[in-house]
């Protein structure tokens, strides 16, 4: 069984900071893509930012330059570095990763969400 927990998310003014966490655990070979998505109130889920085992980085166009995406293979985590937060980042924030759970056998595992509210 694999799990994916997330922590960080909270209330913040426009301008601050937050970072999200992502741990997976459980029955894990490997990690392939990891990344952060987000689904605001009636609206599709979308792309935040993913990240590949060997480091490279994708950024929706409405938060380069503000967030940051980073894992630490070792651990299995991957981490959002939110800066520069603006009300329209209001959202349930998901993890996602891409786990080979029995190799070569892979499924792409969701966190519980974690909200992250902008608003002064």
């Known amino acids: 069984q694999v799990q994916l927990v997330e922590s960080g998310g909270g209330l913040v003014q426009p301008g601050g900071s937050l970072r999200l966490s992502c741990a997976a655990s459980?029955?894990?070979?490997?990690?392939?893509?990891m990344g952060w998505y987000r689904q605001a109130p009636g609206k599709q889920r979308e792309l935040v930012a993913a990240i590949t085992s060997g480091g490279s980085t994708n950024y929706a166009d409405s938060v380069k330059g503000r967030f940051t995406i980073s894992r630490d293979n070792a651990k299995n985590t991957v981490l959002l570095q939110m800066n520069r937060l603006k009300p329209e980042d209001t959202a349930v924030y998901y993890c996602n990763a891409d786990i080979v759970y029995r190799y070569p056998l892979q499924y792409a595992y969701w966190g519980q969400g974690t909200q992250v509210t902008v608003s002064s």
């Open positions: 459980g029955s894990i070979f490997s990690i392939n893509n």
